[in-house]
């Protein structure tokens, strides 16, 4: 054995050893996607409006306070949509000292004025940012309570459109459950009641005597039926601004109320306990509505000085209870989530398509391995060895870049054997033509290379060019597939040409005068 | 062993009866589109499909009864895979809103009926929702990278060879996805991601077989300059014509593998790329040569031969 040839034997044996060693065990080291591992793929849409007009109705709010602490009166002030809000009524003496008190909205807000009012509106670039900022929020948001779950290497990510959120969760079982924690806007809000509960909604306004004064609401809420009663719905007045809100929360954890029923308990930052003990204090008799989502859970009243601790119970069970707590203390989504793509493969169907597909690549691998030693005797052989060295490589790659298999990946698999399979043969069909015209073997074996690699060069350029479209289309298990095929390819390059031309000369080293080769 | 021992035959005569035929295919996929529509799947149009699996021997038809009380309309309920699984599918198309839960409302329903029907245990295998914003999202996306593909192979090869050849290459690339695709309607299978996916790798794969003969007929053009475009073209054509019957054959092996026993859920990627072979093979032998000698023009030689190489 030549000293050239010696170092590409040894080169060939390393890439190998490599590539087991970066792949072994495959159960720790192959990455499975989602429709072989079991699991959920969610596309999601962030409600950026519910953020933007959250920010509208606060910035009106508050100018609705300023104008009434700098006694300008109004004739009214009017939410128009997500980004606008008019206020109507100024009187005209006014207008300079209105206007004065605009420097705080306008940073954010343009101005028109129209007949006897002026429209307030969200500035284009704000409007951006703020989606921006909401969209970014709801994915922190999201990574916290997947992370909670203790669901092993999720994908949480921003998906193609700007407003949607991908969320991969492999191995979930219970998704209806992971769906609901993912989805509840968990928004705590702490809030004087004023009066009820009233049994419906008009009942709760005639107490008013149908005129709500504005800074208060009405919320729906659950009312705790009598001992083996069922529980109703009734209507509480409360006060508009809450006295705290999820914000303030330090922590949340489930745990039992005083009848031994799953309740949730929460503290609050330093910040809050300042806010909810100035908060209770003045209000010592008074019913407190603690509201989730805009619905209250539980009216207690306030006994006494309350701090950093409080407790939630309502009608839970165990695990409410415990999925209450752990969406507030991963904290509140800005915005709401609607679902626009929902994908289960259930854990029985992966472990059936990780059968089948290992199946049909070895049953495909067989095939081609007949008819190679049918038709190419012992170069089908080294055919082989270049093929088999290739589907190591592939797998070594993918594990060492953790690039996913999935099931359209395995097929990946499948066409790799196809294209070493075809490289090799453009090979031998050449060694055989160049044998044909009478030339030496060595020599033949060596023309058949040369002139082949430019074509092998070109066919794999152009197939990594359709390799890197599917990429950009599809979803995870497509992009598993355009993922391998585009391994496969590199590595074929590697193994058709240089693994295979090394065992060529391997073969014909050993015999110093080979007058015949078996292919 | 060799298939074919210094091959000739003349291809280059029968390339006017082998455009007819793909013509006929391509027309009769398109007059089957305009009569009965694309097959989509939901993938593409939107819409849920459950695939249960019953641990007792269960009919489509039963299925159908327990899911007509509470869910009328047209459902597609069949048999999905090998009969002794017991599994059915259920699809139901298009759901028309996204707000909240309405999405998954259909797949609840579904199971819901059927646990309602009593028809025994079963396991809900997979469950796949897709709302109307994302299927035309990926509709979109499908087109733009199947379109794109060609795009960028034909620039390749223009760039490598000269511009007829491209033309050739595109012509036998667009065939084959059009011959594909007649084909799967044909065979009754919708358009669904993993069908996408296959014809883009048919694009790569079918355009590899031509880039082989393209290459042997370079090589060749620098050799025989007297002899016609149309000799050297049919010569390397038949030069290659063992590599490309093995390769094909081969590939059509291992793929043939996946579509036996890679399961349900590929068997439409499967299906998908053993058509694409089949005419791949055939369009490099007969379409993308003979549309680069009716367009290459007469004479090999006084051409430039390529630009590189």
Redesign the interface.
Known sequence: MSKNLRWKVLAILGVTALSIFSFYPPDQKVRLGLDLKGGVHLVMRVQTDDALRVETQTTADRLSEQLKTANIPIGGMAVAGPTAFSVAGVPVEQDAAFRAALTEVEVNYDRASGAGGYTFTLKPNIVVQLREDTVNQALQTIERRVNELGVAEPIIARHSAADQILVQLPGVTDVNRAKEIIRSTALLELKQVDQGPFPDDAAARQAYAGNLPPDLQILPGTIEGAPGQAASTGYYAVRRVAAVTGRDLRTARPTLDENNRPAVSFSLNNEGARKFGMFTQANIGKQLAIVMDSRVVSAPQIQSRIDDEGRITGTFTNQEAQDLSLVLRSGALPASLTYLEERTVGPSLGADSVRAGVTAAVGGLLMVTLFMLFYYKLAGFNALISITINLVMLLGLMAYVGATVTLPGIAGFILTIGMGVDSNVLIFERIKEELASAKGVKQAVAAGFDRVLLTILDTHVASLISAAFLFQFGTGPIRGFAMTLTIGLLSNVFTAYFVSRTLFELTLSRHSKVAKLSI | ??IFDNANYDFIKWRWHAIALSTLIVLAGVGYTATSGIPLGIDFSGGTIV?V?FEQATSVDQVRAALAAGMPGENVIQSYGDEANHEILIRVSQVTV????A??QN?RAIVDSITKASLGKF?????????P??GA??QR??I???L??IF??TI??GL?FRFAFALGAIAATLHDVLVTLAFLFFFGYDLS??V???I??I???S??DT??IF??VR?NLKTKRRDSLDAVVNASVN??L??TI??A???F??????F????E??EG??FT?LVGIISGTYSTIFIAAAIATILGGKQAAGRQGSRK?
């Not at chain 2, 996204?98 to 839960?101: D, P």
């Not at chain 2, 396991?123 to 709302?131: A, C, D, L, N, P």
């Not at chain 2, 036996?260 to 399961?263: A, D, E, I, S």
């Open positions: 062993m060799a695939v699996k996204e707000e909240g839960a999405l998954e797949a396991e809900v295998r997979s469950q796949e929702i897709v709302g914003v994302i999202d990926l996306k499908g733009y990278a199947t794109a593909s960028g192979i390749y090869i490598r991601l993993n996408v996916a296959a883009l790798a694009t790569g794969y355009v590899n880039i082989v290459d042997r090589e030069q290659t063992s590599r093995i390769t054959g081969t590939t092996l291992a793929v043939l593998s996946l036996l026993f890679g399961g859920v590929l990627f499967a790329m190489a």
